[in-house]
């Protein structure tokens, strides 16, 4: 298996495309927290992400495909609104799961780094 394609590398690469497309909508968010009738956008990729996972188990292949195929889902809060205006965005929330998607991001950049050092040891033979 090529390593520079494994099923790892791949599943660091769609979280950070999930965590990327959280980060967006969580600005979104905040960026219009004055906005009246502005609905919260949330990002949902887990889901989809398992629900491809167990059925490519069973079936003995298809791993790298039910990765490859999941993809974060943009959502909108149509019945939550948090002011009489009808905007629906808490500002403290979207500011503490910024913060935390912060977090999972570095996480996630900070392993694929470490992975692809690890190549590069290899490479050179040290």
């Known amino acids: 298996m090529d390593a520079l394609t494994s099923n790892s590398l791949l599943m660091m690469e769609r979280s ?7 980060q967006t909508a969580i600005l979104d968010n905040l960026a219009n927290v004055e906005t009246p009738n502005y609905k919260t956008k949330y ?4 889901e989809t992400l ?8 069973p079936s ?3 791993l790298r495909e039910a990765i490859e195929g999941a993809r974060p889902v943009i959502h909108v809060a149509e019945n939550e609104t948090a002011r ?3 905007n629906g965005v808490d500002a403290t929330e979207q500011g503490i799961e910024l913060a935390r998607n912060a977090l999972q991001l570095q996480h996630v950049m900070s392993a694929v780094s ?5 190549l590069r040891t290899a490479i050179r033979g040290q």
């Open 43 to 46: 990002v949902t990729f887990e």
């Open 60 to 62: 003995g292949g298809g």
């Open 50 to 57: 398992r629900s491809r996972l167990q059925a490519a188990v």
């Open 16 to 22: 950070m495309d999930f965590l990327w497309t959280k």
């Open 114 to 118: 470490d992975d692809l050092s690890l």
């Open 84 to 86: 009489m205006d009808g």
